[in-house]
């Protein structure tokens, strides 16, 4: 063992916390691991100097023991003839291990040691089911009031025969003898150790020693699925439903995915949607612009509602009809319904017809047109100054 000092090796006092102690020995790490320093010999021995500092400073008996007794704690015919931490006299002493390098590493990486922590959570999410993705589509009168339907989707589901165990007979999984459970494997290589996934169990901490016939040890089997889905009132295009646990079942009964209903809605005929709001464009007789009256439109309730038209309506004009739009989302309330309108000029008239309009126009018909007044008004002064 290096009898440099070991508070030293890591660039802290010697009341330094734990908290102090993690950060020092993370960046004396960083600084002489070997990937930044390949074929620095002066490296990899200072690298090996701040682990043993810090697997001694970071454990409370052995920094007490390394307090009062120094280097001496630790080799073999040290106070009381014997080290309280290495072999018995003449020989033992602290041994540098790689395996406990490795441990510390995981503390501030995040690799849990053992079959818990990371490690299970890693294994989990690689037998959990796929999600899925089903895509629904409904009408702007379905979307408004809402939905009760029912879907068919082809899946993987728990396999009958082995009630999802992937074993025969419903059998549960033996532990896996090369990973011990872990789900991942440890090799030395060189100076390093390093983790895989077990090609044993493929990650999963657990072997079918007599694999279900049926599923083939996979502990599920490709089946169609009947599924009921409640489409809320208000929904829009895109929005999506996530029904948990309906997607895809999880390897020997790991736990199933989700299945997500994407929902889109059909474009309509007569209404345009904006959010919570409803456009409608109708065209109305030149006679009724000019004239006012009622017109009775469609609501996308399916009911009728009558919207009064004053006289002198013009093309563009808008009415509003409070409440009449689409229902939101988790609430009882409701938008607007917007009409606006669209004069419609007839391209066909009977003698009669024409007789009225030129009477109509003889009477001085054109000059109610104020809009086209005050437009023709305004070219004729353009021309006027082109003149000038």
Excluded: W
Aim: aromatic content about 8%; charged content about 25%; proline content about 4%.
């Amino acid at each position: 063992m290096s009898k440099a000092d070991l508070y030293q090796t890591l660039g802290v006092d010697r009341g330094a916390d734990e908290k102090s102690l993690k950060a020092a020995f993370r960046k004396k790490a960083m600084e002489f691991h070997p990937d930044r320093n390949p074929g620095d010999a002066e490296a990899e021995h200072h690298f090996k100097e701040v682990n043993q500092a810090y697997d001694i400073l970071k454990d409370p008996q052995k920094r007490a023991a390394y307090d009062q007794f120094g280097h001496a704690a630790f080799e073999g015919g040290g106070q009381g003839g014997g080290s309280p931490f290495g072999g018995g006299g003449g020989g033992g002493g602290f041994e540098f291990n790689f395996g406990s390098f490795g441990d510390i590493f995981e503390e501030f990486f995040g690799e849990g040691g053992g079959g818990g922590g990371r490690g299970q959570r890693q294994r989990e999410q690689a037998a959990r089911g796929q999600d899925m993705r089903y895509n629904l589509e409904i009408s702007l009168e379905e979307a408004f009031t809402g939905k009760q339907t029912t879907i068919r989707v082809p899946t993987s589901v728990e396999c009958d025969a082995c009630t999802g165990s992937g074993a025969e007979g419903g059998a549960q999984p033996a532990q896996c003898p090369t990973c011990q459970g872990r789900g991942r494997t440890r090799a030395s290589q060189g100076f390093f150790t390093v983790e895989r996934t077990c090609h044993a169990c493929q990650g999963t901490g657990q072997i079918i020693e007599n694999p279900c016939r049926t599923c083939s040890g996979s502990g599920r089997q490709h089946r169609e699925k009947t599924l009921s889905v409640n489409v809320p009132a208000g929904v829009d295009d895109g929005t999506r439903i996530r029904l948990a646990g309906e997607g895809e079942a999880g390897m020997r009964g790991a736990a199933s995915g989700d299945l997500y209903i994407f929902v889109t809605v059909a474009p309509h005929d007569i209404f345009q949607r904006d959010e919570a709001h409803i456009f409608c464009s109708v065209p109305i007789p030149m006679t009724r612009a000019a004239l006012g009256g009622q017109i009775e439109v469609p609501t996308v309730e399916g009911t009728r509602a009558k919207v009064t038209i004053p006289a002198g309506t013009q093309t563009g004009d808008r009415f509003r009809l409070r409440g009449k739009g689409m229902s939101v989302l988790r609430s009882a309330a409701r938008g607007d319904m917007y009409i606006e309108v669209e004069v419609e000029t007839p391209r066909k008239l009977s003698k009669r017809q024409r007789e009225l309009l030129e009477e109509f126009q003889n009477e001085g018909g054109d000059d109610t047109a104020e809009n086209s007044k005050r437009f023709f008004s305004k070219v004729r002064s353009m021309f006027e100054g082109i003149k000038d």
